[in-house]
Each structure stands twice: as structure tokens, then as C-alpha cells.
Nanobody, 113 residues
Framework: VQFVESGGGLVQPGGSLRLSCTTS????????MRWYRQAPGKEREIVAS????????NYADLVKGRFTISRDNAKNTVYLQMNSLKPEDTAVYYC???????WGQGTQVTVSS
């Protein structure tokens, strides 16, 4: 099982980024997927989740209305579109299939002017 996150970077407050997580080693469409983030000195927290077909989506209150999770089962990839970014969104972002476990290397998102 492998998760490879990408798309992070440095962005100004109010900006946007689109994260991608490409997976391998399991039947992607059969699994719910989640995005998590971990800021320096803080515990890892869930950001968003999506069902196997993409029909069920849930978001943490802190990102609701600003972030959108989606998936492409043909590409074994889950995405996180992040709009209206705030400095408090600064963190390393990870994806995982919660019932499989395991983590990738994450992708750093820094929101700063």
C-alpha cells in the first residue's frame, strides 16, 4: 500500500492550492479516503473524507466551505482543492485509506504573506 501526496507549496492568504494523492497496492475504488494535516507542535487532525464512489463527503468545521475533496477512481487518486487559504491552514497534509492504515511522506502547505 502506497500513498504519494503532491501539490503543496507556499501561497499567500486567500490563495488556492490543489493537492493530489496517488495511491497503489489496493483496490482504490473500494475504500473510503481521508485527508489529514499536522501543524508544527500539534496532533494530526482529519480534514476531509470521501466514500468509495465519491458520493459521500465530510469536512472538518475549520475547512467547511473552503476545501473540496474529490477522487478519480480511474487514476487511483484523491484530491483536495483548497480555497481561501488562511495562515492557520499551514501544515503537512497527508492522505490515507483509514481502514488500511499507513501514511505517505505528506506535502507541505505554507500560507504566509
Amino acid at each position: 500500500v502506497q500513498f504519494v501526496e503532491s501539490g503543496g507549496g507556499l501561497v499567500q492568504p486567500g490563495g488556492s492550492l490543489r493537492l493530489s494523492c496517488t495511491t497503489s497496492g489496493f483496490t482504490f475504488s473500494s475504500y473510503n479516503m481521508r485527508w489529514y494535516r499536522q501543524a508544527p507542535g500539534k496532533e494530526r487532525e482529519i480534514v476531509a473524507s470521501i466514500g468509495g464512489t465519491g458520493g459521500t463527503k465530510n469536512y472538518a468545521d475549520l475547512v467547511k466551505g473552503r476545501f473540496t475533496i474529490s477522487r478519480d477512481n480511474a487514476k487511483n487518486t484523491v484530491y483536495l482543492q483548497m480555497n481561501s487559504l488562511k495562515p492557520e491552514d499551514t501544515a503537512v497534509y497527508y492522505c490515507t485509506a483509514p481502514t488500511l492504515g499507513g501514511w505517505g511522506q505528506g506535502t507541505q502547505v505554507t500560507v504566509s504573506s
